[in-house]
Nanobody, 120 residues
Framework: QVQLVESGGGLVQAGGSLRLSCAAS????????MGWFRQAPGKEREFLAR????????FYGDPVKGRFTISRDNAKNTVYLQMNSLKAENTAVYYC?????????????WGKGTQVTVSS
């Protein structure tokens, strides 16, 4: 059974940093891409970043380019999202997700999310 478990969320002041982790288990993820998303109250889910387990190639959504960095540790089966220069509007539940890299479209597996609150 595939499990994605996010951690590292919390309360931070505007301008601060947090590093989120996503521990993946339950299958071999070498052909998978891992994504980070967020959803703020009353808003649609927003794509943040994606990384290939195999190649490490990454891709970022426009709102976070230059501020957030996605990375992975294959030995630990863990993907990270380093978030710098956080803003109050970045307050949201942050989710990681997984899908086969060769398949465009929806992600197959989702974690339950971790809350990030940025105080102004």
């Amino acid at each position: 059974q595939v499990q994605l478990v996010e951690s590292g969320g919390g309360l931070v002041q505007a301008g601060g940093s947090l590093r989120l982790s996503c521990a993946a288990s339950g299958r071999t993820f070498s052909s998978y891409c891992m994504g980070w998303f967020r959803q703020a109250p009353g808003k649609e889910r927003e794509f943040l970043a994606r990384i290939s387990w195999n190649t490490g190639r990454n891709f970022y959504g426009d709102p976070v380019k230059g501020r957030f960095t996605i990375s992975r540790d294959n030995a630990k089966n863990t993907v990270y999202l380093q978030m710098n220069s956080l803003k109050a509007e970045n307050t949201a539940v942050y989710y990681c997700a997984a899908k086969l890299c060769v398949i465009a479209g929806a992600y197959d597996y989702w974690g339950k999310g971790t809350q990030v609150t940025v105080s102004s």
